[in-house]
């Protein structure tokens, strides 16, 4: 079973670093095309917006990843969009990319709110029949 566990965290590490590369190369991209001077602030921070982005399609990709409790990865799931991207999106301003990238952005949220409306259904439907079945 661990060995399973390890090729699973492999594979999670491995996706991950595939989603970071290609945030950055959205970033680089944007910022050739609209002839915007490239700073490492500016791509560091548009990076990583994405990548918080992609990060819960990644998470969810895998099945019984961390979690084989669907409830609790609802949960941590409603908890990353409740307090993860609030601060990032307090801290990590709109920059010139940011705006460049906008529609990008809007396809991201869209799929994440969607994504959180999931989460939040999974969490009532094992509420519910959790306690009609009087389980837990």
């Known amino acids: 079973m661990k060995l399973y566990k390890q090729v699973q965290l ?3 590490f491995k996706i991950s670093t595939h989603a970071f590369l290609l945030s950055i190369l959205f ?25 918080l982005g992609i990060l819960p399609i990644i998470f969810l990709k ?21 307090l993860i991207v609030p601060i ?7 920059s010139e990319i940011d705006k460049e990238l906008k529609y990008f952005f809007y396809f991201l949220s869209f799929i994440n709110v969607l ?8 969490l009532l439907k094992y509420v519910f029949t959790d306690f009609f079945k009087r389980k837990r």
Do not use: R
């Not at 944007?30 to 994405?50: R, Y």
């Open 10 to 12: 492999n594979y999670f």
């Open 27 to 51: 970033s680089i991209l944007a910022l050739w095309f609209n002839d915007i001077k490239i700073t490492i602030s500016i791509l560091f921070s548009s990076s990583i917006k994405v990548f």
């Open 62 to 82: 895998q099945k019984n990843f961390l979690f084989k409790d669907g409830p609790l990865k609802s949960s941590c799931l409603i908890l990353y969009y409740l």
């Open 88 to 94: 990032v999106d307090i801290f990590l301003e709109l």
């Open 115 to 122: 994504l959180l409306i999931t989460s939040h259904i999974m």
